[in-house]
């Protein structure tokens, strides 16, 4: 902080100098004409002036200068005689630039004053001091933690007593909140974290990275147990981004307390695919991944039903021809189940050959052409099945196809029947 006060005063004298030489220099010239010294200036000028012209008269009288000349040249005299006396006159009124600069200066001096105290109140000078402690403070943490050492928790002690003053006097600013609850979060301070996040979500209610961090801090500060407000937290990141790798471990958490095993293991299992098996936390995720398959399998389990559940929703589907279709036995049927009344892009999608018709076909999450819209991300379907007359998944006009749908994914039953019978108008 200090050095941005450096910086402002180095500023301001240098504004100062180059306002005020000008005109100290400009005064200096000027202010040593007294009044006595201009009258002897004046009485010098006039006696000079006085010789010139009594030999100006001697050389008219001797003839050495006609009397055209002589006039000219006493003209001249006379011109130069007044000159001089103005200069001089000029330079006796310049001594007021003295006071003039006085003047100038006290105001200056008062201007520098009033914008120094408008800054302290309007300015930015606690965010800079924020900004340049937090770089102090990541600088010393990065060097404990090369030297095998813990970072001191007065520099994160410091950092809350900086942002609260900051929120004390501007409590709207989001990002001192969100600040604050992260270096709340690093001490251990979970009751005030998690009061700091709740200030964040009052003014962004949508966000859900601090929806799901939120969760966090309200399970460590309960001990490590999950509650209905943490389950509906998550439910609502997990619901925004299916992908929130904190989200998910607590989700998978929630799951195996209240036994639900194999949800448990699928939540921790698509978190160790998002983050890595070599990420922090993922040898955790993954010792979790085997307690919770051998509660599973001691309570009746089997490998069988648990890579089939790993799998995640499946939807069996009977595909069957209806008489006076025409098709070929070579030609591809496309099965895939699709959002009602939302996206048409597949969210799974199998190719069996007409000549095995009729079949049992499973979809299931697997079979999602991209992860974000699969069989798991939507809760009501409609499964169709089209013989295609190109061979391509595109329906054109002349493909026989059946539907069934719309089909709650929650309440789904073991097993649908899709019966192709419709015939795509021209």
């Known amino acids: 902080?200090?050095?941005?006060?450096?910086?402002?005063?180095?500023?301001?004298?240098?504004?100062?100098?180059?306002?005020?030489?000008?005109?100290?220099?400009?005064?200096?010239?000027?202010?040593?004409?007294?009044?006595?010294?201009?009258?002897?200036?004046?009485?010098?000028?006039?006696?000079?002036?006085?010789?010139?012209?009594?030999?100006?008269?001697?050389?008219?009288?001797?003839?050495?200068?006609?009397?055209?000349?002589?006039?000219?040249?006493?003209?001249?005299?006379?011109?130069?005689?007044?000159?001089?006396?103005?200069?001089?006159?000029?330079?006796?009124?310049?001594r007021v630039l003295g006071a003039g600069v006085k003047t100038l200066g006290a105001i200056a001096v008062i201007v520098v004053a009033i914008s120094w105290g408008l800054y302290q109140q309007l300015g930015s000078s606690d965010d800079v001091e924020i900004r340049l402690a937090q770089e102090l403070k990541q600088e010393l943490d990065n060097a404990d933690y090369r030297a095998g050492r813990n970072p001191d928790p007065v520099r994160a002690r410091e950092m809350v007593r900086l942002i609260e003053a900051r929120l004390a006097d501007d409590p709207e600013q989001l990002q001192y909140w969100f600040f604050l609850a992260r270096t709340q979060m690093d001490l251990n301070d979970f009751n005030q974290a998690v009061n700091a996040y709740q200030?964040?979500?009052?003014?962004?209610?949508?966000?859900?990275?601090?929806?799901?961090?939120?969760?966090?801090?309200?399970?460590?500060?309960?001990?490590?147990?999950?509650?209905?407000?943490?389950?509906?937290?998550?439910?609502?990141?997990?619901?925004?981004?299916?992908?929130?790798?904190?989200?998910?471990?607590?989700?998978?958490?929630?799951?195996?307390?209240?036994?639900?095993?194999?949800?448990?293991?699928?939540?921790?299992?698509?978190?160790?695919?998002?983050?890595?098996?070599?990420?922090?936390?993922?040898?955790?995720?993954?010792?979790?991944?085997?307690?919770?398959?051998?509660?599973?399998?001691?309570?009746?389990?089997?490998?069988?039903?648990?890579?089939?559940?790993?799998?995640?929703?499946?939807?069996?589907?009977?595909?069957?021809?209806?008489?006076?279709?025409?098709?070929?036995?070579?030609?591809?049927?496309?099965?895939y189940a699709r959002a009602w009344q939302g996206a048409k892009m597949p969210l799974a999608i199998a190719r069996v050959p007409v000549s095995e018709l009729p079949r049992r076909v499973v979809l299931t999450e697997a079979m999602a052409m991209t992860p974000a819209m699969s069989l798991g991300s939507v809760d009501n379907v409609e499964v169709i099945a089209r013989i295609s007359q190109n061979g391509t998944a595109t329906a054109q006009p002349g493909d026989w196809q059946g539907s069934f749908g719309p089909l709650d994914m929650k309440s789904a039953p073991g097993e649908v029947s899709v019966r192709i019978d419709q015939k795509i108008a021209q």
């Open 1 to 94: 902080m200090m050095s941005l006060w450096v910086g402002a005063a180095l500023l301001s004298g240098l504004a100062l100098v180059f306002i005020f030489w000008p005109l100290v220099r400009y005064g200096n010239q000027k202010n040593g004409q007294s009044s006595e010294v201009v009258a002897d200036r004046l009485a010098e000028n006039v006696r000079l002036f006085r010789e010139h012209i009594a030999e100006l008269e001697g050389h008219l009288a001797s003839g050495r200068i006609e009397q055209a000349q002589f006039d000219q040249l006493k003209l001249e005299q006379e011109r130069a005689l007044l000159a001089d006396e103005a200069d001089i006159r000029a330079a006796q009124q310049n």
């Open 199 to 335: 200030q964040v979500l009052q003014r962004d209610t949508s966000s859900p990275m601090v929806m799901a961090e939120l969760a966090q801090a309200m399970f460590l500060r309960d001990g490590n147990k999950m509650s209905p407000p943490i389950t509906e937290l998550v439910e609502k990141v997990l619901k925004a981004e299916p992908d929130n790798t904190m989200a998910l471990g607590l989700a998978g958490i929630d799951a195996f307390g209240k036994k639900d095993y194999v949800s448990a293991i699928k939540y921790w299992e698509h978190t160790v695919k998002l983050t890595g098996q070599d990420s922090p936390g993922s040898q955790a995720l993954v010792a979790g991944i085997e307690r919770a398959a051998t509660l599973y399998f001691a309570e009746g389990g089997t490998e069988a039903s648990l890579a089939a559940a790993r799998s995640g929703r499946q939807l069996s589907i009977n595909v069957s021809l209806a008489e006076g279709v025409e098709a070929r036995p070579d030609q591809i049927v496309f099965v």
